[in-house]
Antibody, heavy 123, light 107 residues
Framework: EVRLVESGGGLVKPGGSLRLSCVAS????????MTWVRQAPGKGPEWVGH??????????EYASPVKGRFTISRDDSRNTVYLQLNSLRTEDTAVYYC??????????????WGQGTQVTVSS | DIQMTQSPSSLSASVGDRVTITCQGSQDVGSRLNWYQQKAGKPPKLLIY???NLETGVPSRFRGFGSGTDFTLVISGLQPEDFAAYYC?????????FGQGTELEIK
């Protein structure tokens, strides 16, 4: 059974930082493309970015609103993917989901989702 | 970025009804179009990928159609558990983008 468990969310002031973690089980983590998706209150999901697996060079892609502020990384020895959020803005307030794609879909077909972790940016 | 526009934004229907939700892309997305269902307080759930392929375990009353820029999700014989929000998503180009959603409510 695939499990994705996020942690690290919380309340932070504008300009602050947080690091979210996602521990995966039930998958061949080294090969997995891991994705972060967020959802602001009352809005649709928004793709944040992904990191490719070891065979694909562990390269990353980001959505424009977060590029230069957020960083995705992974620790394959711990089956964990991270999302470092810097220079946070009020519009970054959302539930952040860790996700994994269906194999061979380039990260685009998200089959597995964590339960999400809430990030609130407010003064 | 490719914009995905869904209609309607909300829809009221009864158990047993057939409903149609549409999704239009601002550019051709080929066959790279998915549909998700989301219930309150839960993450989205993949229903259909690549326009018309049902994810494992999804009932056959859900069907997807379309090509290029215009896509449709049809739910036949609505069940009580189908009342939820539905989102389309393209993965033809980065960044992958979702529609704004359609809220399906009980009439």
């Amino acid at each position: 059974e695939v499990r994705l468990v996020e942690s690290g969310g919380g309340l932070v002031k504008p300009g602050g930082s947080l690091r979210l973690s996602c521990v995966a089980s039930g998958i061949e983590f080294n090969y997995a493309w891991m994705t972060w998706v967020r959802q602001a209150p009352g809005k649709g999901p928004e793709w944040v970015g992904h990191i490719r697996g070891i065979p694909d060079g562990e390269t990353r892609e980001y959505a424009s609103p977060v590029k230069g502020r957020f960083t995705i990384s992974r620790d394959d020895s711990r089956n964990t993917v991270y999302l470092q959020l810097n220079s946070l803005r009020t519009e970054d307030t959302a539930v952040y989901y860790c996700a994994k794609d269906r194999p061979l879909t380039g990260g685009g077909v998200v089959s597995y989702w964590g339960q999400g972790t809430q990030v609130t940016v407010s003064s | 970025d490719i914009q995905m526009t869904q209609s309607p934004s909300s829809l009221s229907a009864s158990v047993g009804d057939r409903v149609t939700i549409t999704c239009q892309g601002s550019q051709d997305v080929g066959s790279r179009l998915n549909w998700y269902q989301q219930k309150a307080g839960k993450p989205p759930k993949l229903l259909i990928y690549d326009i018309s392929n049902l994810e494992t375990g999804v009932p056959s009353r859900f069907r997807g159609f379309g090509s290029g820029t215009d896509f449709t999700l049809v739910i036949s014989g609505l069940q009580p558990e189908d009342f939820a929000a539905y989102y389309c998503q393209q993965y033809h180009d980065l960044p992958y983008t979702f529609g704004q959603g359609t809220e399906l409510e009980i009439k």
